[in-house]
């Protein structure tokens, strides 16, 4: 059993909020829904329900190796990337070690190095950005992985290449560094990394992706790994038998090539982005340049904590960033445009002007 001092420490995740009949902005899915090929692949499952589910997802991982043009033995399939970053934290940290990771971001990297009684240290950020200096500089002996979040939630901001590959080079050989670019499908930033080419180098990287965001599948609990098969070998070790469902393995490797639904996805959410982003600055609410589905905007200590009171009783959903510690922030999801013209009608009426 786990001692009281390890379970003293974990906390529950803390999703975002639900109105039942209401707009929900508050957990960055996609507004479109799932892909319309997805949906037929899960209705073509159902007479199958008394079957268990292909335990080593075959089918799904030879789909993500080949739109990655790496080996099946370099992925891994998880029930969403969490139970991968769980699987990860088990292969690699015990009490004495410690995972590294930035002030202000995804809460499931701690979670994951405590469960196993790691320690947590955390860097500080610059304006919502990875400080890699800063985590490079936390990194010792005991050190076992970095955690990093490119596109990042909740600030929507990037690890740049050059960045990376600088970072790469002061990281110890046997210190894993994780990157979760589960928002990695939205980014145009031509600066953007190719994770995949790294590992294919060499390097000593897992790199996370999920069908929860962009394809619009986060019911179904569904993310995957990327990594040497070394690498993956020692994760998959952790792997609990039959981890992902049959319907959810046909309907991610069925979304994986509905390249027309990616391209509706990524047209809504630029044009939704670029709406919200010109309404805050009209009314002077400082935000983060984003390249996610989100927009993180300052809107001040208490009064962030106001306004997310306010659109609730107007049935908005938005996500307040206390649990992130970023009190004075709020984290707004991108929703279709009728979505996004109610939030603005609600935020017009709190905020004046």
Request: glycine share 10%; with cysteine.
């Amino acid at each position: 059993m786990k001692t009281r001092a390890v379970l003293s420490q974990l906390r529950p995740y803390v999703p975002g909020k639900r109105i039942a009949g209401g707009i929900k902005l508050s957990s960055n899915e996609n507004p479109l829904g799932p892909s319309p090929l997805a949906t037929a692949a899960i209705n073509d499952t159902l007479g199958d329900l008394h079957r268990y589910p292909d335990g080593g997802a075959g089918e799904l991982r030879s789909a993500i190796a080949a739109r990655w043009g790496v080996s099946q033995e370099m992925v891994v399939v998880g029930n969403g990337s969490d139970e991968i970053l769980v699987m990860i934290a088990g292969a690699l940290i015990e009490p004495g070690t410690n995972a590294v990771t930035a002030a202000h971001t995804f809460s499931q990297y701690s979670f994951a190095t405590r469960i196993f009684g790691g320690e947590v240290r955390t860097a500080p950020m610059k304006e919502g950005r990875f400080d890699l200096d800063a985590i490079a500089d936390q990194i010792d002996a005991a050190t076992r992985i970095v955690f990093l979040c490119s596109p990042n939630n909740p600030t929507g901001t990037v690890v740049t290449a050059g960045e990376l590959e600088r970072f790469l080079a002061r990281v110890p050989p046997d210190v894993l560094v994780v990157i979760d670019e589960a928002y990695g499908e939205y980014v145009t930033t031509a600066d953007y990394p190719d994770t995949v080419s790294m590992i294919r180098d060499g390097a000593a990287l897992v790199r996370l992706r999920t069908f929860s965001k962009i394809y619009g599948l986060a019911a179904l609990r569904v993310g995957y790994g990327i990594a040497r098969p070394q690498i993956i070998d020692a994760i998959s070790s952790l792997r609990q038998p039959f981890n992902v469902g049959s319907a959810a393995q046909r309907a991610a490797t069925v979304a994986l090539g509905d390249h027309e639904f990616v391209a509706r996805s990524l047209e809504n959410n630029e044009r939704e982005k670029t709406r919200l982003c010109s309404f805050l600055e009209e009314r002077g609410v400082p935000f983060i340049a984003t390249e996610a589905n989100f927009v993180c905007a300052r809107f001040g200590d208490p009064e962030a904590r106001d306004v997310a009171r306010k659109l609730a009783e107007r049935r908005i959903a938005v996500r307040p960033l206390a649990s992130f510690g970023m009190d004075d922030h709020l984290r707004i999801s991108l929703g279709t445009g009728q979505e996004m013209d109610a939030l603005y009608e609600a935020l017009q009426a709190i905020l004046g002007g």
